[in-house]
């Protein structure tokens, strides 16, 4: 049986294009052959033009190309014209043979290389494990995520699949707090701690989490995925809302990332919440109501960026009663000892 199904429209079409001799010649070796191919894996823009030069040369569809690498037309065409999974190797081959352009620089993997790659990030994974149930830690996790963080997904071209992240990004004088605080919460929660990288240009720091297991429970517990502003759901979980503890460490965590404090008048101090997340802001707003304290009502704030010469709406609200303020650094206190600093030099 052959591997790849009916040659007839192959041998027409290249017949017309005055392939045939080639085209016949290699169908011969492998018209026969039933057993796994070894993959051959390049550099996805060496891949990428390879296959595309081939096909416009010998002026063949994208079901034509499959036919010769055993998939469909459109697996051909997603897998193997931009996303760049691995080719068979005679397929590969063919490519090269039938349109006389040579195989750009590559190595050869095992025919089930994907299904060794998977059984080794299994074995690796498998005694890696989530919380098995909600905790202070995770709820402050959650509250510098909302701060500072978010969750993306996106498609790695390097290694040809999709990726999970999550990200947490501050200033660089920060790096106290996440060294000393939040990497040691997601090695308590999750047993991993992340890498750093710092932006070009920029006095900023960002947490990298790289990771799909993360990514899903955290998305979860509560965390929206991508933009977190235009997101009409971002707000603090029901589950964080209904324990007093969860709710004094998620406001913790949202504190020590977006949180401002100054002293009004010259004598009191005063914490600032703004967010350009309206839900988000009355989210906070009725946690620290339903934990007894009494913050300033939502506002609508209008910011105007000189750079950029927009305008930007943000809300915020204030917590600036003396008692509660005295309550908070009592009560819930600060993780981000550099904040922590700050409130002792104004006080």
Known sequence: MNTFGDLSLWENHL???????????????????????????????????????????????????????GVNGNTAKVDYGFRGSTLPLDGALGLSNISGIPLPPHRLLPANWGQIKSAQMTSRKAYLKNPSSYSEELAELLGILMGDGCLYRGYDKEERSEKYFTYISGHSHEFRYYEAVIRPIFKKLFDVQGYFYRRRNQNSLVLVIKSKRIYDFLKSAGMPERTKNTNKKFTIPEWIMKNPNFIKACIRGLTDTDGTVFKSHGRWVNFQYKFASKPLTRSLHRAFVKIGYHPTRVKKNLRFNPKSGKTSVCWQFYLSQHGDVDRFVREIGFSNEWLKEKVQNVS
């Open 15 to 69: 017949k017309r294009n005055r392939q045939s001799v080639r085209w016949h010649g290699w169908m011969q070796n492998i018209e026969n052959k039933k057993e796994k191919q070894m993959r051959v894996f390049m550099r996805l823009p060496d891949q990428k033009q390879f296959v595309r030069s081939a096909k416009m040369k010998c002026n063949l569809t994208w079901k034509e190309i499959g036919k010769l690498c």
